[in-house]
């Protein structure tokens, strides 16, 4: 007779909670290009939602143009009693107000990718603090400013306002010299894509279902709401969250 843990070990999926889970948020047609290219874009710090990372207080234009050279891509996490997929201000935020997507990625598959380029690179989970500010200021002296960045780095580019913070954000961040656009490849670290559309009857016969299977061969899951409970399932398939008893993860 299987144990316990053995009994779990076979109903656990690819879905449930194992830490090495980050979720991208974007638009169904961002999705697309991402998939087929195989790529993510980073993007610069002026075109943050966030006003104090778009907007920053610096009174030395060296530092401006040096933080300029700055971009990043931002993920979510899974936190304790929320799933990185379930949160739906991200939805609406970030995804086209559901009718967007969710890329499931395996973080140590995309990290070892990341760590691949040759160019300034930092990664981690962003640290949301209640006193936060966005006014930044260098010392004058024999520091030039670029090393005095690289030397704040964690305090300038990985740390935000609390207001923030249901976000749950992981970030991977790049110094580059180039004005075009900077790409990263992360070959086979994508493991799922995520579709909401609460109001389709059929998503099967949804056009971004089907233009979906042809370009991902990747599993393609359905998040959705009913009468207030939330479920994560295979289209046509199996429901892989909620595990009551599997995954710690579950609303608090």
Not at 17 to 33: P, W
Not at 40 to 57: Q, T, Y
Not at 94 to 104: D, H, M, N, R, T
Not at 140 to 157: A, E, H, L, W
Request: aromatic letters at 14%; glycine letters at 6%.
């Amino acid at each position: 007779m299987a144990s316990y843990s053995e009994e779990l070990e076979n109903v656990a999926n690819f879905m449930t909670y194992n830490g090495n889970h980050l979720f991208h948020y974007t638009s169904f047609a961002s999705a697309l290009k991402i998939i087929s290219s195989q790529r993510l874009l980073f993007g610069d710090f002026k075109n943050m939602n966030d006003i104090s990372e778009s907007r920053r207080e610096v009174f030395d234009d060296m530092a401006i143009a040096e933080l300029n050279k700055y971009k990043s891509i931002s993920f979510t996490e899974d936190k304790t009693g929320k799933r990185g997929f379930e949160i739906d201000s991200l939805w609406g935020y970030y995804a086209e107000k559901g009718k967007g997507v969710c890329l499931v990625f395996d973080k140590s598959k995309l990290i070892s990718q990341f760590k691949g380029k040759t160019i300034f690179q930092r990664y981690g989970r962003i640290k949301y603090i209640k006193n936060f500010t966005n006014a930044l200021f260098f010392e004058d002296g024999n520091i030039s400013v670029d090393k005095q960045i690289k030397r704040k780095c964690k305090d300038i580019f990985f740390t935000k306002s609390t207001d923030w913070h249901m976000e749950n954000e992981y970030r991977f961040l790049i110094r580059s010299e180039q004005n075009n656009d900077d790409y990263l490849e992360y070959k086979d670290a994508l493991i799922a894509v995520i579709i909401c559309m609460p109001l389709a009857k059929s998503i099967i016969e949804t056009c971004e279902y089907k233009t979906l299977k042809r370009v991902a061969d990747v599993p393609i899951l359905h998040y959705h709401t009913s009468l207030g409970n939330k479920t994560l399932t295979v289209i046509g398939g199996d429901v892989l969250w909620p595990l009551f008893g599997v995954d710690q993860f579950l609303d608090a």
